[in-house]
């Protein structure tokens, strides 16, 4: 667990929060909480909000609370909660014994609403929710006070009895704030506090059929937990005030409501209701697919939580929406993968190449680098022998300008091995393909340097074909063609940008024989092809399937030199 990765600069929350320090406003204390709503899977814009209220809550000695917000019991589910927990834990947090749900508070929360119907801040309101939005008003016009305003505390106090009681049906009644239905902000026009829904919640059973709106609930859960800063997304700017109005009604312990800018990504949805369309429309593979942003998608593709947290620290927090590019998360995931994925050789489109002056049936160990980057991650032995494959973009027939690879008559290197040289090749008479080389070795350049001096332009990987394993390899591109997908003409919507190329399937590809016991989960870099993990749910009864996580060229690293971050 590294829960208080420094973040790199004082930034406007943590300028609150000294200033709440200097002042004693919470006796020295910061609490911040996490509070999704289980009607999704977590994406990464969640781990930013995680890496903020956790490692807040470190840098100060403070804790932060994991608080399920479930007061929509139609869209909820327990395997939410489940995955939910799950990521929070992988990408490296703890909320020890402080896993709450907003469900718990709902006795506690009925006698607060009860408390302001006794004070003349709540009412009873028999307006369906058409009306209620007609005489809402509008940003210039004031609304209309409802009808139903000045009911007298006893007949608000029985009619919400009955209500609870399930005595109506669906949204015939709503219990409402009295504050101002001339407020110039919309949220503070008498707001719903609760709303009758005849629905079992996944934790309440049917206990319940009358159910707070989230602007009742989260101050409310935020008191009780004595949460000191409670962060939340820029949208809930114009809610503030109501989350202050309730707390200073019911004369309640007052946490501080602070907004920062939600994390957008380019060529990405950050939306739990439009991933779920993805999910049911079968256009991804589940919430794990690893093309999603869920971060048990990134999980799946073999992102790891240090490169996320990494990201989310670097992006730091601001008041202002901006898209982030997502070259920047795969900049971090690269530079993480760099320094712990060993080094392997896979071939993806293998072509077998014949060493025809290579004692057959002779195996050779070499001795293969482990990383670069890494000492101590040490040596292995590859085989090499008289037949092999290697990559079919490595060699050409007529060659294209500035090709420095393999080509009829010329010499390269095989990396950890020899110098080669190609002599001849076979075509499928039918097809035109490429089907095979032969090729010569110098016994002279064993370990790829040769004595005499002469230098090769290109280094292959390569495998031997009687000792390598066969596998599947999945390469992925973006899901989505456009920079920003809801970025859609009138009529379409954020699907119509999906990129129709975003996985491609290849079968029969082969690695070198140490990737016999890769485990599920474990990431390698293939030497020239990129960061690949094995996948732990298509790799089964012997079969390996690997997921490349991201390829090796580092698009951010040019954009950054231009433009330094
Ligand atoms: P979505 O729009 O994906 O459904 P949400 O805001 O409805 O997200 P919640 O489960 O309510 O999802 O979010 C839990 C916490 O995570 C909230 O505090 C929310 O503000 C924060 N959060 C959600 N999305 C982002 C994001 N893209 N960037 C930063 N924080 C986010
Ligand atoms: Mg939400």
């Not at 504050?179 to 309440?204: E, F, K, Q, W």
């Amino acid at each position: 667990m590294n829960q208080s990765e420094p973040s790199s600069s004082t930034d406007f929350v943590r300028t609150i929060i000294n200033e709440d320090m200097s002042t004693d406003k919470y006796g020295g204390r910061v609490h911040t909480r996490f509070p999704p709503e289980p009607n999704g899977y977590l994406h990464i814009g969640h781990a930013k909000s995680i890496c903020l209220n956790f490692g807040v809550a470190a840098e100060y000695g403070g804790i932060s609370n994991v608080r399920f917000d479930d007061t929509n019991p139609s869209k909820e589910e327990t395997e939410y909660v489940e995955s939910i927990l799950e990521d929070v834990h992988w990408l490296g947090f703890d909320w020890d014994d402080r896993l709450f749900y907003a469900s718990d508070y709902f006795d506690q929360l009925y006698e607060y609403a009860v408390q302001l119907i006794k004070n003349g801040k709540a009412y009873v309101c028999d307006l369906s929710s058409a009306e209620i939005r007609t005489y809402r008003g509008t940003l210039t016009e004031p609304g209309k006070n409802s009808p139903y305003r000045d009911r007298s505390v006893e007949e608000n106090l029985d009619l919400f009895e009955s209500m609870r009681a399930g005595e109506f049906p669906d949204g015939l009644r709503t219990l409402r704030a009295r504050i101002d239905m001339a407020s110039p902000n919309i949220t503070m026009r008498d707001p719903v506090l609760y709303r009758i829904m005849n629905v079992p919640h996944h934790r309440t059973g049917d206990e319940w059929v009358i159910y707070p709106t989230y602007d009742f609930t989260h101050c409310l859960s935020d008191s009780i937990e004595g949460i000191t800063h409670s962060l939340c997304t820029l949208e809930f700017e114009n809610n503030r005030p109501l989350y202050d109005w309730v707390l200073d009604q019911l004369q309640v312990f007052h946490p501080q409501q602070i907004e920062f800018a939600r994390l957008n990504l380019s060529y990405t949805v950050l939306s739990k209701r439009k991933l779920l369309q993805l999910v049911e429309a079968g256009i991804v593979d589940g919430w794990d697919d690893p093309r999603m942003p869920t971060l048990s998608g990134l999980r799946r593709r073999g992102y790891t939580p240090q490169a996320i947290r990494d990201f989310c620290y670097h992006i730091g927090v601001s008041k202002t929406n901006s898209i982030i590019d997502i070259a920047l998360l795969e900049h971090f995931i690269r530079k993480d993968l760099n320094q712990r994925a060993p080094r392997v050789l896979g071939v993806l489109r293998p072509l077998r190449v014949v060493i025809t002056n290579y004692p057959e049936g002779q195996v050779e160990e070499l001795e293969a680098i482990n990383n670069p980057e890494d000492e101590t991650m040490g040596t292995r032995k590859v085989p090499f022998s008289s037949v092999l494959y290697i990559e079919q973009d490595d060699f050409r027939e007529v060659p294209p300008p500035k090709y420095r690879r393999l080509i009829p008559g010329r010499e390269v290197r095989l990396r950890y091995g020899y110098f080669i040289t190609c002599v001849d090749f076979i075509k499928d008479e039918k097809t035109g393909e490429i089907v095979e080389l032969h090729c010569t070795y110098d016994p002279e350049t064993r370990g790829g340097n040769a004595p005499d001096g002469r230098k090769v332009k290109a280094t292959l990987h390569w495998v031997s074909a009687a000792h390598a394993i066969e596998v599947e390899t999945r390469l992925y591109d973006r899901l989505f063609l456009a920079n920003n997908p809801d970025d859609v003409e009138e009529g379409l919507d954020f699907k119509s940008n999906l990129n129709p190329n975003s996985i491609e399937i290849l079968k029969g590809c082969f690695v070198e024989q140490s990737l016999a016991e890769a485990s599920p989960g474990r990431t390698y870099q293939f030497e020239r092809q990129g960061y690949f993990c094995v996948d732990p749910i298509a790799s089964q009864n012997g079969k390996l399937v690997f997921n490349r996580t991201i390829s090796l060229r580092d698009s951010w690293a040019k954009i950054a030199k231009k433009n330094p971050i």
